[in-house]
């Protein structure tokens, strides 16, 4: 906080610099180089600032203008009407505060209008006599840049009102964006092309239609959503829901979430309800637009230079940030991978606090270039894992240096490989590398596998350090005093550990089988096997054939199978195991396959599932009898939703296609008879 009005002023200066200069980047340029909550702080900071100081305020100051300067690329077009900006309020207080003073100034609101506030670009489109003849962006509010012949090829702007009887001139405005199933293969083919990927949705949208050849415009698949207008020629009318129900009629899109409601605690539910299902949309949004309906109300109400005192957006908390990049390095897994992660300057992204995010693999990080030092884009949208989406170049230090992929394993310093046509690195010293070690030993402990309780990260690293653990097989020749020597382990957590090791060796064959770790082979694999061939040996002794001719197991798992019992280090292991008194055979006869329990039906996955990979969610149904399908349509017979789902989810509730959560759809796998879908299972 400046003390003196000189330091005031020369803040008051800087702040209006960085923003002005954030505006260009942000309008003119598609490239902006703070995060929008960046922005809205630096705002607050200015407009607190003007508030103290009366004698530094100017007409020209960010905070009475709206938008950006001209680009010069596009021809200039005068809006007739003022395009407006709104006012923000990032909390309940704020908006509630809102809510009195609008109704202190009018009295009693009968109707607010509740509308999601899209991260689209803002864009003016003018009908004469129906037809189109303009579409601009915002610019200034005053001026804006001439984009019609890249607007007219987007899908849903219609050339034509849907009106027998047109208005003469009428301007409806909106916002135009990227549809979020669009975008991973826009940055795709941006990446194919040695062209720089779009940070997120809004920008490729804004760059989509800063074209100067429309034909690139009309590859991609923007698409539009009015919410307002500007100047309407011999039309009056009566409220914003009469505007929109215009909309609709004349054939102009918009959006369909939008609620009439006449109490602030329903707007306030109506904040809540898309706070949490903000994802579920087909395009990102930042908040939500609350209006007063009446437009005599309105007027009453007007409008400051900025923006209108009937309107307010509340805006969620942020999901993208911007931090420094303190380094990048390289994490073992347990069978070999070696995925790169970001070590981040911590910061706090959708209310959480972010300091590690993965790189996933060697060809991310060349495709998002970003460099140890380089002040970064973070973001984490809903229960995703928080991401690094690239760097904000205009920040980079000089000579900044290109990050390699390391050429050595970092905890065994095997040299690392990367198999042609694979986009994974491994360290290939599966036996010797520590990392691997403890990885493979925690999977075997683990719940899904051998399920040893106590024996957890911190003990297996323990036992590794104290050289009492190289395999799995070790795990059952641990005694007490190896534990006493560890030091901390009192007698009592001592006969817990080996209790818990002793009932593990009855665990069933397929857990063994799923601890081994063997590439490809998860629980229902390991069901198929254990079923089948009933033994550990025998399933050590089958051919690669044979293997494959276990239903549900296709050739690829096959060979990882034989190839796994072929190599004398395992064949030890399984050897020593069996010596372990660990239990090598299947109990009882379980079927030689899978219940056919969902035989004919077709599901569609979205979303994340904690239990199962993608690919073991769709063998788990497939073994069953059923079918994965890309696409949700009314023969769809459930669509199973994980965390951060796509439209699917949305497209399932508008067809009625039953939805079923990651414990429903693990209840239906588990269930004997054959599923009825009209039977409501997940409907809890
Ligand atoms: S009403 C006079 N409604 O957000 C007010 N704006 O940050 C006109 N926006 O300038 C705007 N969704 O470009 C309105 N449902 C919505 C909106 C929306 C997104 C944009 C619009 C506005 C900006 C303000």
Redesign the pocket.
């Known amino acids: 906080m400046p003390v003196s009005a000189e330091e005031a002023a020369r803040r008051v200066d800087e702040l209006r610099a960085r923003l002005r200069d954030a505006l260009y980047r942000y309008h003119v340029l598609s490239d902006p180089d703070i995060s929008d909550a960046e922005y809205d702080e630096l705002f607050r900071e200015l407009e607190t600032l003007e508030r103290d100081y009366p004698d530094l305020r100017t007409d020209d100051s960010p905070t009475q203008t ?1 938008g950006a300067v001209q680009a010069g690329a596009f021809a200039p077009v005068r809006h007739r009407v003022p ?4 006012d ?1 309020a990032f909390s309940t207080e704020e908006l509630a505060a809102w809510g009195r003073r609008t109704e202190r100034i009018v009295g009693d609101v009968p109707a607010y209008v509740c ?8 864009v003016s489109l003018q009908y004469e006599r129906g037809r189109l003849v303009r579409a601009a962006t ?1 610019g200034d509010g005053r001026v804006g840049d001439d984009i019609t012949p890249n607007v007219r090829t987007i899908a849903n702007v219609p050339q034509r009102l849907a009106l027998d009887d047109p208005p003469p001139a009428f301007e409806v ?3 135009i964006y990227f549809p979020a199933s669009g975008f991973e293969a826009l940055n795709q083919q941006m990446t194919d092309e040695a062209k720089q990927v779009y940070a997120n949705p809004r920008n490729a949208a804004s760059g989509s239609l800063r074209q100067k050849d429309p034909k690139v415009t009309g590859s991609r698949q923007l698409a539009m ?1 009015c ?2 207008f500007g100047l309407a020629e011999g039309m009056r009318f009566a409220s914003h829901s009469a505007f929109l129900g215009f909309c609709e009629r004349a054939g102009l899109p918009v ?1 369909g979430q939008t609620a009439i409601v006449s109490t602030l605690e329903e707007v306030e539910a109506f904040v809540a309800h898309w706070a949490e299902h903000r994802h579920d949309l087909e395009y990102e ?1 930042d908040g939500v ?1 609350v ?1 007063v309906d009446a437009s005599g109300l309105q007027e009453e109400l007007g ?1 400051t230079s900025k ?2 005192r009937w ?1 307010i ?1 509340y805006k969620y908390p942020p999901e993208e940030r911007t931090t420094l990049l303190k380094d990048i390095q390289v994490s073992i897994g347990r069978t070999g991978v070696a995925t790169p992660f970001a070590m981040l300057e911590p910061v706090l992204v959708a209310g959480s606090t972010v300091a590690l995010a993965t790189l996933h693999n060697q060809d991310e990080v060349a495709r998002r270039d970003v460099r140890p030092g380089d002040t970064v884009f973070v973001r984490k949208a809903g229960d995703v894992i928080p991401e690094v989406v690239g760097p904000v170049l205009t920040k980079r230090p000089k000579r900044l240096r290109r990050w390699k992929f390391p050429k050595a394993c970092p905890e065994c310093g095997t040299p690392l490989v990367r198999p042609e046509g694979e986009s994974a690195t491994r360290c290939p010293n599966t036996t010797g590398c520590p990392a691997q070690r403890w990885g493979t030993l925690v999977h075997f402990a683990g719940r899904g596998a051998m399920d040893i309780e106590h024996l957890g990260e911190k003990t297996v690293a323990a036992l590794i350090e104290a050289g009492k653990l190289h395999d799995a097989a070790d795990i059952y020749r641990i005694t007490a005093d190896d534990l006493a020597a560890l030091g901390g382990y009192k007698d009592r957590s001592i006969a817990n550990l080996l209790g818990a090791i002793e009932a593990s060796k009855q665990r069933p064959l397929d857990r063994l089988l799923v601890g081994l770790g063997i590439r490809h082979v998860g629980g229902t694999v390991a069901t198929l096997l254990a079923n089948r061939l009933k033994s550990l040996e025998a399933i050590a002794a089958a051919s690669e054939e044979e293997l494959a001719g276990v239903g549900g197991v296709g050739p690829t798992i096959a060979a990882s199978v034989a190839a796994w019992f072929a190599d004398d280090g395992n064949q030890d292991l399984v050897r020593r195991l069996v010596e372990g008194g660990v239990n090598t055979k299947a109990d009882g006869d379980t079927g030689v396959e899978l219940p056919q329990t969902l035989a004919g039906m077709s599901f569609v996955l979205t979303g994340g599932l904690d239990g199962f990979t993608r690919d073991e969610a769709t063998r788990a149904i497939e073994d069953r009898g059923g079918r994965v399908a890309s696409s949700v349509s009314k023969k769809t017979a459930y669509v199973v939703v994980g965390t951060d789902p796509g439209s699917k989810a949305a497209r399932a509730t508008e067809l009625g296609v039953p939805i079923l959560d990651e414990p429903a759809f693990a209840a239906l796998l588990e269930q004997e008879a054959a599923a009825d879908p009209e039977a409501g299972v997940g409907d809890e």
């Open positions: 709206v395009m407006l900006s709104l923000n509308e999601l506030k899209i991260d689209g670009v803002a915002r405005r909106g916002e959503l919410h307002s959006a949004i637009v209006k409008r923006a209108p309107a957006a």
